[in-house]
């Protein structure tokens, strides 16, 4: 298994700021995956981070909107960039042990 | 695309109660299934992991079923207890990726 942290844990932010999410995990990973959950909503994958490469990004999210670093195998950074309110929501990142996905406590964001 | 969808969105059952959530995705090549639960202002929490080899998967009181063919999932919680009382989450992994594709949940309170 695995232990994941995330910083901040919640936080409000104001319109047109920028907001960096850090992922800590106990072991090294090969994958990290960041997933966003909008309210009322189920999880949605943003991007695929692999350490040593650019991050890969599912449709609808582009990587200037949410840059994504990956200097490790056991840390990753999420930036959600020029927020809007559309843009509140849990950020999770997670990994993947055995077949099994494993998620961090979430960040929850909301944006003014 | 796959879709995955959980019934009932919501469901009370006094303790004890024995109940089944249900899950059910549209394309049936996949490479496993999952069930979370998700506390308020935590994260995820996996509880069962099923391959697509296999039919079901039991931890404790809980018991996860698999038919791939028909694309439905079900959770079974025996003797229900308030500590039970949180929205349980499906979620498909499809053959050849690692993208998790989530349902909305099914919330769930025990009363006691």
């Known amino acids: 298994s695995a232990v994941i942290s995330q910083k901040p844990s919640r936080d409000i932010c104001q319109r047109g700021t920028s907001l960096t999410i850090q992922c800590q995990v106990d072991?090294?990973?090969?994958?990290m995956f960041w997933y966003r959950q909008q309210p009322g909503q189920s999880l949605t994958l943003i991007a695929t981070?692999?350490?040593?490469?650019?991050?890969?990004?599912e449709s609808g999210f582009v990587i200037d909107k949410f840059p994504i670093s990956r200097p490790n195998l056991t840390f990753s950074t999420l930036t959600v960039s020029n927020m809007s309110p559309e843009d509140s929501s849990i950020y999770l990142c997670?990994?993947?042990?055995?077949?099994?996905?494993?998620f961090g406590p979430g960040t929850r964001l909301t944006v003014l | 695309k796959q879709e995955v969808t959980q019934i009932p969105a919501a469901l009370s059952v006094p303790e004890g109660e024995n109940l089944v959530l249900n899950c059910s995705f549209t394309d049936s090549a996949i490479y496993n299934l999952q069930w979370f639960r998700q506390d308020p202002g935590k994260g995820l929490t996996s509880l069962l992991l099923i391959q697509s080899s296999q039919r079901e998967q039991t931890s404790g009181r809980l018991n996860a079923s698999l038919d791939k063919s028909s694309g439905r999932s079900t959770l079974y919680i025996a003797a229900s207890q308030p500590g039970d009382s949180a929205t349980y989450l499906c979620a498909v992994r499809g053959a050849g990726s690692y993208q998790l594709t989530f349902g909305k949940g099914t919330k769930l309170s025990v009363i006691p």
């Open positions: 997670s990994v993947e042990f055995s077949d099994t996905q494993y």
């Open positions: 072991s090294q990973v090969t994958m």
């Open positions: 981070a692999n350490q040593g490469s650019e991050a890969t990004y």
